[in-house]
């Protein structure tokens, strides 16, 4: 049973558009989420993260909005630029527990 | 600080055969971990350790033996490679969290790509 969903596994936007990715949790004991951005050939690296008690957080390009009623997260990012392009992970905490991942999206900025 | 290293970067082996991945941090984390990522899967969690000396089973654990014998330093085992490990092996680590709603954050090593023919 998967704890943490990404259901697109791809998202193709122009270059200065905003990208949203979004996902969605089942578990409500989670506390804390983190977006995780992966190149190829790369392990992944923190992106941004928002803890339960936040409804949004935001690090110049990249903001995480969280809607803890949907048990859903989103993350904006604007303008996109091509070097955006990566997979991207959303995951997961509850207490000292490991991360949970979903499965990526793959992103996907077209000068 | 070279953060978090892995050895080898790539590997091929035939089934039955064994092998290690060496993982290496010098942040002075207390937790490890070794994930596997494969095309539509994610990262699936294998073992983790959350000290020296102590180790835990993740999601997919069958197949694989790790150790931490030093706290820089968690090596995953394969005794008996078979096709369906083939992939490839992240390895990460971080800080015990500070309390509630704090997390620090996971630092993942480059990733070893491993091949079982």
């Known amino acids: 049973d998967q704890q943490v969903k990404q259901n697109s596994p791809s998202l193709s936007v122009q270059e200065g558009r905003i990208s949203i990715l979004n996902c969605d949790y089942t578990n409500s004991m989670f506390d804390y989420f983190l977006w995780y951005k992966k190149y190829p050939a790369e392990g992944p690296t923190f992106l941004i993260s928002?803890?339960?008690?936040?409804d949004k957080n935001e690090d110049g390009r990249f903001t995480v909005f969280l809607n803890k009623s949907a048990k859903h997260l989103s993350l904006h990012i604007v303008p996109s630029q091509p070097g955006d392009s990566a997979v991207y992970f959303c995951a997961a905490i509850s207490g000292n527990t490991p991360l949970v991942f979903g499965k990526g999206t793959r992103l996907s900025v077209i000068a | 600080n070279a953060g978090v290293t892995q050895t080898p970067k790539f590997r091929v082996l035939k089934t039955g055969q064994s092998m290690t991945l060496l993982c290496a941090q010098d942040m002075n984390h207390e937790y490890m971990y070794w994930y596997r990522q494969d095309p539509g899967m994610g990262l699936r969690l294998i073992h983790y350790?959350?000290?020296?000396?102590?180790?835990a089973k993740g999601e997919v654990p069958d197949g694989y033996n790790v150790s931490r014998l030093k706290k820089q330093n968690f090596l995953l085992g394969l005794e008996s490679a078979a096709p369906s490990q083939t992939s490839v092996y992240f390895c990460?680590?971080?800080?015990?969290?500070?309390?509630?709603?704090?997390?620090?954050?996971?630092?993942f090593g480059p990733g070893t790509r491993l091949t079982v023919l």
């Open positions: 350790s959350v000290g020296e000396g102590t180790t």
């Open positions: 928002i803890s339960s008690i936040k």
């Open positions: 990460a680590s971080r800080r015990t969290s500070g309390g509630a709603f704090s997390y620090n954050e996971q630092f």
